[in-house]
């Protein structure tokens, strides 16, 4: 059994990245990051706060066997679809990258 890969840019996960983990992991993935890149926006119109420990900005890498059979824009609406709150919520932007296991070589 492959063992999945959690990271954050921060030790522990700030509420906004953790409510993602919660849901992305109802995707039963191999490997899901989450990474925090709001410091890179501190200033810009999606960071207001400038703050860079903000959660506005995102990176999320994803395998799961959930993504088997679906295009690329399928796996996004599901992805948009369990991150709705979030989204919502003040995360500006939502870089993904979605793979299947065979994808990803694992």
Do not use: C, W
Not at 10 to 20: C, G, L, W
Not at 24 to 49: D, F, M, W, Y
Not at 52 to 79: C, P, W, Y
Request: without cysteine; charged residues 20%; positive net charge.
């Amino acid at each position: 059994m492959i063992g999945r890969i959690m990271a954050a840019s921060v030790q522990q996960p700030r509420p906004i990245a953790a409510s993602m983990q919660r849901k992305l992991e109802t995707l039963s993935p191999v490997v899901l990051r989450i990474i925090n890149e709001s410091q890179k926006h501190a200033g810009h119109s999606g960071n207001p706060s400038g703050a860079a420990d903000a959660e506005t900005h995102f990176r999320v890498e994803i395998v799961s066997n959930a993504f088997e059979g679906k295009r690329l824009v399928q796996r996004h609406q599901m992805m948009y679809q369990l991150l709705d709150y979030e989204i919502k919520a003040g995360v500006h932007a939502l870089s993904m990258d979605t793979k299947t296991p065979s994808e990803a070589g694992l």
